[in-house]
């Protein structure tokens, strides 16, 4: 199931998926969110950058990967799409002068929707990792991250070392796709590795006692431990691609471009920084993590 939602408010609402980058000629129907877009006139598109749907930006992202994206959680209990991946997305729209659309998928549907060009752009803390580059182009750096071996407090001492690990009778987690899913067949073979589509998943599946450890980038990790304080990060798991880049449609050198461009102004102008400590706060708070029902609300 994935869900469009323009940056703003939620409210269903029917809108036209395209499949090719750069082209309008073909559509299907499907439920959305969406909300009117906030971005400035004019804006720094010539209109010389080609987009999925003519004046919007499309952007893919999978909605459980704190402070990235994900939902906080108001008071009365309503959802609203946050992360500083989706801040950044506005940015860079309302840069481009062009309207912000997000579609909210799996973590392996964001890949999936770069790969049939059925969006512009991928945000979902994606590691600029060479196999991808056969189904997506990836813009400069814009978060230095890191990697992290994962657990619970009253496993650290046993579960601190990928010789600790690197056997059958140990449960390995890893979210499905992603770099760490790899990092844990690098690293770990002999493991019990199972990969699941949310990190929710596996954070539950830790804090439930069914999973010893797991892989998980370390801004996520320490993210959850801050609602979760039972979690342990028990060790650096080293990975030659450090940092986050968005994936960009293939074949749009113009709009890689332009995104490049933005993401420099948004670091040069102190946003981006702004945009990384206030979902880390928010992330703090009440949140949910994953896709919303048909309806808008939490599952």
């Given at each position: 199931?994935?869900?469009?939602?323009?940056?703003?408010?939620?409210?269903?609402?029917?809108?036209?998926?395209?499949?090719?980058?750069?082209?309008?000629?073909?559509?299907?129907?499907?439920?959305?969110?969406?909300?009117?877009?906030?971005?400035?006139?004019?804006?720094?598109?010539?209109?010389?950058?080609?987009?999925?749907?003519?004046?919007?930006?499309?952007?893919?992202?999978?909605?459980?990967?704190?402070?990235?994206?994900?939902?906080?959680?108001?008071?009365?209990?309503?959802?609203?799409?946050?992360?500083?991946?989706?801040?950044?997305?506005?940015?860079?729209?309302?840069?481009?002068?062009?309207?912000?659309?997000?579609?909210?998928?799996?973590?392996?549907?964001?890949?999936?929707?770069?790969?049939?060009?059925?969006?512009?752009?991928?945000?979902?803390?994606?590691?600029?990792?060479?196999?991808?580059?056969?189904?997506?182009?990836?813009?400069?750096?814009?978060?230095?991250?890191?990697?992290?071996?994962?657990?619970?407090?009253?496993?650290?001492?046993?579960?601190?070392?990928?010789?600790?690990?690197?056997?059958?009778?140990?449960?390995?987690?890893?979210?499905?796709?992603?770099?760490q899913l790899d990092?844990?067949?690098?690293?770990t073979p002999d493991?019990?590795?199972?990969?699941?589509?949310?990190?929710?998943?596996?954070?539950?599946?830790?804090?439930?006692?069914?999973?010893?450890?797991?892989?998980?980038?370390?801004?996520?990790?320490?993210?959850?431990?801050?609602?979760?304080?039972?979690?342990?990060?028990?060790?650096?798991?080293?990975?030659?691609?450090?940092?986050?880049?968005?994936?960009?449609?293939?074949?749009?050198?113009?709009?890689?471009?332009?995104?490049?461009?933005?993401?420099?102004?948004?670091?040069?102008?102190?946003?981006?920084?702004?945009?990384?400590?206030?979902?880390?706060?928010?992330?703090?708070?009440?949140?949910?993590?994953?896709?919303?029902?048909?309806?808008?609300?939490?599952?």
């Amino acid at each position: 199931m994935k869900k469009r939602v323009l940056a703003g408010f939620l409210a269903a609402c029917m809108v036209m998926s395209l499949a090719a980058c750069g082209s309008s000629d073909s559509a299907s129907e499907e439920t959305n969110e969406t909300t009117e877009s906030t971005s400035d006139e004019g804006g720094k598109s010539d209109g010389a950058v080609k987009t999925v749907t003519e004046g919007k930006l499309t952007v893919a992202t999978s909605p459980d990967f704190a402070p990235y994206e994900f939902y906080a959680i108001d008071e009365d209990g309503n959802p609203t799409l946050a992360g500083f991946d989706m801040d950044l997305a506005q940015y860079i729209a309302d840069y481009m002068g062009l309207e912000l659309e997000i579609i909210t998928v799996d973590f392996d549907g964001v890949l999936s929707e770069l790969q049939t060009k059925s969006v512009d752009l991928g945000m979902a803390g994606l590691s600029p990792d060479p196999a991808r580059e056969s189904i997506m182009d990836f813009t400069d750096i814009y978060y230095m991250g890191g990697q992290s071996l994962v657990t619970v407090k009253d496993n650290a001492d046993t579960y601190n070392s990928f010789d600790a690990i690197n056997n059958p009778d140990v449960t390995v987690g890893a979210q499905t796709g992603s770099i760490q899913l790899d990092l844990a067949n690098e690293n770990t073979p002999d493991a019990d590795i199972v990969s699941l589509p949310k990190v929710t998943d596996i954070i539950s599946e830790l804090l439930s006692g069914k999973m010893d450890a797991a892989y998980i980038e370390t801004v996520v990790a320490q993210s959850y431990q801050k609602n979760y304080p039972d979690l342990e990060i028990v060790m650096e798991v080293p990975y030659d691609v450090e940092g986050s880049a968005i994936g960009v449609c293939k074949d749009n050198p113009e709009l890689l471009a332009a995104v490049n461009e933005a993401i420099k102004a948004a670091t040069e102008d102190g946003s981006l920084d702004q945009y990384i400590a206030d979902a880390t706060d928010l992330a703090a708070g009440e949140t949910y993590e994953g896709l919303l029902d048909d309806s808008g609300n939490v599952q």
